[in-house]
């Protein structure tokens, strides 16, 4: 597929693309704060949708102000009815299979220890050596609490892990298999499916982290065999800074896990505050204690946007945006030093794009204050250039991009101090 007139063409070609894109209207639904800021890390921290304020400030005022207490009448519902949502636009799970709590980090931990506790004769964990750094945190601390032996899996840092590594790897062993759909850093895509099915086959499961691919990837977990998924969505589906993370019990397993962390809002009957923990039917059963709520509610007005587009067309777009800025950065940023660190084949990606330059630390930083160009760094020499496509134009392809060859065509970043930001 070719995104576009090819980048020699200049800025025209990126405005006649806008100018074609079935999708450009989303942009009205997002606040634009400062037009002159490229952001290219949506990846991150979506953008803010315009009805949020308005909605967050009628909750607080109504619900909060005049509610008081009994607005809880409505609110306790919440984490099911917005997981239902998520269910069915983004993650193709039926109803009652997601529910909203937590961080991803913590619903992690809470399915990987179900998955593992109804496993007991196996001992093995498998994960990805380049996963997330929670991902993998949480699993070594499991691992040390319970005497489990983590093996992770050697994978190659821009193309993600290759499918007969981990095939090799899944022996009697093998209680759990934790990967993400789409790589952090890279944005390597694996193949769900094939990894569901392979890890089934050896009597494994697998716990997906969809947190760089809700809302950008079509996802189909009941069709695809998933059995439990964790994910952010404060990313791609814009829920907010720290949003409630979903995550996804598949049905029929349901009934034979539980959670570790034993919480009224996981209990049956909640309200007659028995004795003893019992868990209740259900998805409900991973939830611990009360929501956030006002982080909550800020996922209903993203999803009131990503609601009225399916995830496939989002794809398409984001396909393009993605070919578009390997076109460029190949023109454009190769002879400057700059790598394609990612998948080259659209199919085999999410939605960002990662470049290896050995300065990327120090071109970052300077690209956000003098350029105004806002992507990140990800170690040890990664810029990740996030390509959200309901509000990314392909002239801010073109002028990020732009600004960025400039920047370093003219060396201005070997003026900075390297890079001391504590966030990245
Ligand atoms: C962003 C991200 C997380 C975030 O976890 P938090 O608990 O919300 O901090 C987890 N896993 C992956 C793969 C991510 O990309």
Redesign the pocket.
């Known amino acids: 597929m070719s995104a576009g007139a090819g980048a020699g063409a200049g800025r025209e070609a990126a405005e006649e693309l806008d100018a074609a894109d079935p999708l450009r209207e989303f942009r009205d639904a997002f606040v634009f704060a400062d037009p002159d800021v490229i952001y290219l890390d949506g ?2 921290l979506g953008r803010l949708p315009s009805a949020t304020a308005g909605f967050l400030g009628q909750l607080v005022t109504d619900g909060w102000g005049s509610g008081l207490v009994e607005s809880w009448e409505t609110w306790i519902t919440w984490a099911r009815r917005l997981g239902d949502r998520l269910a069915h636009h983004t993650l193709g799970a039926a109803p009652g299979e997601v529910v909203l709590s ?7 931990y809470k399915l990987a220890v179900a998955a593992l506790d109804a496993a007991p004769g196996r001992r093995t964990v498998l994960a990805d050596i380049d ?2 750094p ?2 993998r945190y949480i699993l070594q601390g499991l691992a040390e609490q319970r005497q489990l032996r983590l093996e992770t899996l050697p994978s190659d840092p821009d193309e993600g892990l290759d499918l007969d590594v981990l095939r090799r790897a899944l022996d009697q062993d093998v209680a759990l298999v934790v990967l ?1 759909l ?1 790589s ?1 850093r890279s944005g390597a895509l694996m193949d769900m499916a094939a990894v569901n099915d392979a890890a089934v086959r050896a009597g494994a499961r697998v716990l997906w ?1 969809l ?2 691919a809700a809302g950008v990837v079509p996802l189909r977990l009941g069709a695809d065999g998933a059995e439990l998924a ?3 969505t ?2 791609y589906l814009n829920g907010g800074p ?1 949003s409630p ?1 979903f995550l996804y019990v598949r049905k029929e397993l349901q009934q034979q896990l539980r959670q570790p962390v034993w919480g009224w809002y996981g209990q049956r009957d909640q309200f007659r505050m028995a004795p003893a923990y019992e868990p209740v039917d259900g998805i409900d059963r991973f939830l611990v204690g009360t929501p956030p709520l006002l982080s909550l509610a800020a996922i209903e007005p993203a999803l009131d946007v990503a609601g009225r587009v399916p995830v496939t067309r989002l794809r398409e777009k984001s396909v393009q945006l993605g070919a578009y800025a390997v076109e460029l950065a190949e023109v454009w940023l190769a002879p400057l030093g700059f790598r394609l660190a990612s998948p080259r084949e659209p199919a085999r990606r999410g939605a960002h794009i990662a470049l290896a330059h050995p300065d990327a630390a120090r071109i970052c930083s300077g690209l956000r204050a003098q350029e105004r160009v806002i992507c990140d760094f990800r170690a040890p020499d990664r810029l990740r250039i996030g390509l959200a496509p309901l509000y990314t134009r392909f002239t801010d392809v073109w002028d990020g991009l732009d600004r960025l060859r400039s920047f370093v065509g003219g060396r201005h970043h070997e003026q900075l101090p390297a890079a001391v930001s504590r966030v990245t």
């Open positions: 990846n991150s937590d961080s991803t980090s913590v619903n992690l996963d997330f929670t991902n993400s789409v952090y982290d947190s760089h964790v994910g952010s404060y990313k720290g993370a």
